[in-house]
């Protein structure tokens, strides 16, 4: 999340897990009434969502936001894509990198900043399996240090 950014929602912990972070964008996301106070009360969750770009918008597919229960006929469909809010030189700019170098958009998290929900998508290339045992040893190195310094 960026410095100065709001209230954080919810975070995509195996985005990290399963992809190496090239680079990140901040998102405007268009949504309907009853899902900002869904997303309000935690109601969400990122784990399976992944964005597109489609006709020169970026969509974001697979985020679920549970049904608002105090809500009426105008709640929505839970999984329904939602668009997101790029400047026009930042889609182009993806779409271009996605294309040729074949990676990812992924989001990362999910925050309110001035009383806006915004979204952290990531530019995103797969890691291979070694890649992930690589990552588990180190993080495995770096919590033995952590435990015989405490015990000092």
Not at 53 to 67: A, M
Not at 73 to 87: E, G, T, V
Not at 109 to 125: D, Q
């Amino acid at each position: 999340m960026k410095e100065g950014s709001g209230h954080q929602i919810c975070y995509n912990r195996r985005a990290r897990h399963e992809y190496n972070i090239l680079e990140t964008y901040e998102c405007g996301v268009v949504l309907q009434g009853t899902e900002v106070k869904s997303i309000r009360l935690g109601n969400t969750s990122l784990t399976e969502a992944y964005a597109q770009i489609k006709q020169g918008e970026v969509w974001l597919y697979g985020w679920q936001i549970s049904k608002y229960e105090q809500g009426n006929i105008f709640n929505s469909d839970p999984l329904r894509a939602k668009k997101l809010i790029l400047h026009r030189r930042e889609i182009n700019k993806l779409a271009n990198k996605v294309k040729l170098n074949g990676l990812t958009l992924v989001p990362l998290s999910l925050y309110f900043k001035n009383n806006h929900v915004k979204l952290e998508l990531a530019l995103a290339s797969g890691k291979k399996l070694y890649d992930k045992r690589e990552d588990m040893k180190k993080k495995a190195v770096e919590r033995e240090v952590r435990s015989k310094y405490a015990q000092i």
